[in-house]
């Protein structure tokens, strides 16, 4: 019989090869194509990184300019896509609407979906980095009751982003430069994390050849979950319950607790051991934010710090190698932006479209490809003979 190896959760079991990105846990160090995380955040911007994980160097002036015409372009929906956000409840999640319409697009764009033809890749990619925004952001609209905000194409694509969000038919709306930095920076910190879960259910997904945006959907899908990227909105949500410093070691014991499902929100991560340098960067740009949004003593920002200092030197977290990571801060950010806690992971999704897209396009041009397809250990009952219903 044959023989396989039992990796339940994958945790040491390489799935593909790929040139995109690199992380070291033992040292907290994210690469991508070789350039830092930490100097990505600080001296490119989003869509440069998009460019540098899709083709796989830094773009000349002329090729950014390019590139950023080609997505600026494809911002727009299909007028028709208006008819399945109206087809939601006003209630419905964010992420739930994401996943519908994003499936959707695979019914609109049948010009871009034969995977065999590198042009019709090139245009999905795109298409779905074009319109994620604009998708996130009519999910939120239709969920406040507002009409949706068109694209605006003179913008970049953060600013844009917020635009869509929190402009008012009749009402001036102008993009805050500083809200559009930090909001560029969340998108660059989260653009790919190599084959985190989300990602590896686009590249299954897609390796049985199937069509490029249902793919995606499924990512938003696996993403959502708060192990993964609903973890932004759960760790902020945990930040509010606990609300003041002095209940900070009552959720410790909890989360320390084996006989209490309790996680603190945030923390930990399958390959960071040491810390996770998006978390390191996400923590200072919130002292930043607020600083210079004029916010002083936000109370979860004081809760978030206190906690990790009081986490780190436990014992437990020491032992378990659990750090503050990239969820752990940006939910402060994206709540002193003036976002609802139900759109944090959302945003998770529309700046991860990139890795995913990479990842895809990756796979589809490697010619070790396969289909996807894990082994088990069966451990069920052996063969018996089916016995009639009457005699059960
Ligand atoms: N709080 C308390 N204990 C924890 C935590 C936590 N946040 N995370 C892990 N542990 C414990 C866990 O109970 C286990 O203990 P034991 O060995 O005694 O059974 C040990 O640490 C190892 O945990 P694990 O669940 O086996 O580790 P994993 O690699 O399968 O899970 C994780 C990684 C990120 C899912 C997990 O740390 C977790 O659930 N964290 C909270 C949710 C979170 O913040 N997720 C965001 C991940 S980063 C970005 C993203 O993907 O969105």
């Not at 899709?54 to 000349?60: A, H, V």
Request: glycine share 6%.
């Amino acid at each position: 019989a044959d023989i396989f190896t039992y990796d339940p959760g994958f945790t040491s079991t390489a799935s593909c090869e790929s040139t995109i990105t690199f992380i070291d846990g033992d040292k907290g160090e994210l690469l991508h194509r070789g350039y830092p995380i930490d100097q990505l955040a600080e001296k490119s911007h989003f869509l440069e990184v998009c460019y540098l994980l899709l083709y796989g160097e830094l773009p000349s002036a002329e090729q950014l300019e390019d590139f950023e015409g080609r997505v600026t372009k494809h911002t727009m929906l299909h007028e028709q896509m208006q008819y399945f956000f109206r087809g939601f409840r006003r209630d419905a999640h964010p992420m739930a609407t994401m996943v519908g319409v994003v499936g959707a697009m695979s019914a609109f764009y049948h010009d871009s979906t034969d995977i065999a033809d590198p042009w019709q890749r090139e245009v999905a990619s795109i298409r779905l980095i074009a319109k994620m925004p604009t998708i996130a952001a009519w999910a939120y609209k239709y969920s406040i009751g507002q009409p949706f905000v068109y694209p605006r194409n003179d913008l970049d694509y953060a600013a844009n982003f917020l635009h869509m969000c929190f402009a008012v038919p009749a009402e001036t709306y102008e993009v805050n430069p500083i809200v559009a930095r930090a909001m560029d920076r969340i998108f660059t910190l989260h653009a790919d994390h190599e084959q985190n879960a989300s990602t590896s259910t686009v590249r299954l997904a897609s390796s049985s050849g199937a069509n490029p945006f249902a793919c995606i959907a499924a990512g938003i899908a696996c993403l959502w979950g708060p192990a993964h990227g609903g973890a932004n909105q759960a760790a902020l949500e945990m930040l509010r319950e606990i609300g003041s410093p002095n209940r900070i070691p009552e959720f410790i014991e909890r989360a320390k607790d084996k006989n209490d499902p309790f996680r603190l929100m945030g923390f930990g991560h399958r390959v960071y051991k040491n810390f996770d340098p998006r978390a390191k960067v996400m923590k200072q740009s919130a002292d930043e934010v607020l600083d210079l949004l004029g916010i002083e003593n936000n109370p979860t920002l004081q809760v978030a710090k206190q906690l990790e200092e009081i986490a780190v030197k436990d014992d437990y977290f020491i032992e378990k190698k659990l750090y503050p990571n990239v969820d752990f801060y940006s939910g402060i950010i994206l709540d002193a932006i003036g976002f609802p806690t139900s759109m944090f992971t959302p945003i998770f999704a529309v700046a991860r479209t990139v890795g995913w897209i990479s990842q895809w396009k990756e796979m589809i041009a490697d010619p070790a490809m396969k289909i996807g397809r894990p082994r088990q250990l069966y451990v069920g009952a052996t063969r018996r003979d089916y016995v009639d219903v009457e005699d059960r």
